[in-house]
T-cell receptor
């Protein structure tokens, strides 16, 4: 079974600085997707970024980028120029490309605090 | 706003009771997923429907059941409620259950069992 591990329960960053959130996963599959979701205090789950396992290029979305290390099974999220609105829980998630349910498997989350 | 709606937003009920949570997917989405977010279990997949048919089951208790109706809205039924069922229940939808299709989450229903 696939697992997702986020080892940082909480991280703190100064506004305008850069922070990296860590995620590792375990799988024997070759076809899968990885995601980062943001959950602000409103509790809404918001997709931040996605990475296809077959793509070597790291995904980027404006101030958000990932460092995808397939061999190491690592998928970290870098947030540049941090803003107060980035404060939230961040969840790393795995989705199999071989399991027909395509369900998301989530890590335990990292709470990001942004200091003004 | 993801386009996925869930009602009610909050629900408070007593142990042993039965509740129904409702989800309306985004227009055009055929697949619905239910997830539970609790303090001790984290976010976990419960069940998935595609175009009215059950497609996959996760860690869903036998006391829980779901269905997807012809108009594609879905309901999650929770019965014989226990204190441990208190959680945030999310519905997500996608066009198809395929790997390239994103899942869009609703705002969730917060269930409190007292």
């Amino acid at each position: 079974a696939q697992t997702v591990t986020q080892s940082q329960p909480e991280m703190s960053v100064q506004e305008a600085e850069t922070v990296t959130l860590s995620c590792t996963y375990d799988t024997s599959e070759s076809d899968y997707y990885l995601f980062w979701y943001k959950q602000p205090p409103s509790r809404q789950m918001i997709l931040v970024i996605r990475q296809e396992a077959y793509k070597q290029q790291n995904a980027t979305e404006n101030r958000f980028s990932v460092n995808f290390q397939k061999a190491a099974k690592s998928f970290s999220l870098k947030i540049s120029d941090s803003q107060l609105g980035d404060a939230a829980m961040y969840f790393c998630a795995y989705r199999s490309g071989e399991d027909s349910s395509y369900k998301l498997i989530f890590g335990s989350g990292t709470r990001l605090l942004v200091r003004p | 706003d993801s386009g996925v709606t869930q009602t009610p937003k909050h629900l408070i009920t007593a142990t042993g009771q039965r509740v129904t949570l409702r989800c309306s997917p985004r227009s055009g989405d055929l697949s619905v997923y239910w997830y539970q977010q609790s303090l001790d279990q984290g976010l976990q997949f419960l069940i998935q429907y595609y175009n009215g048919e059950e497609r996959a089951k996760g860690n869903i208790l036998e006391r829980f059941s779901a269905q997807q109706f012809p108009d594609l809205h879905s309901e999650l039924n929770l019965s014989s409620l226990e204190l441990g069922d208190s959680a945030l229940y999310f519905c997500a939808s996608s066009v198809h259950p395929g790997e390239s299709y994103e899942q869009y989450f609703g705002p969730g229903t917060r269930l409190t069992v007292t």
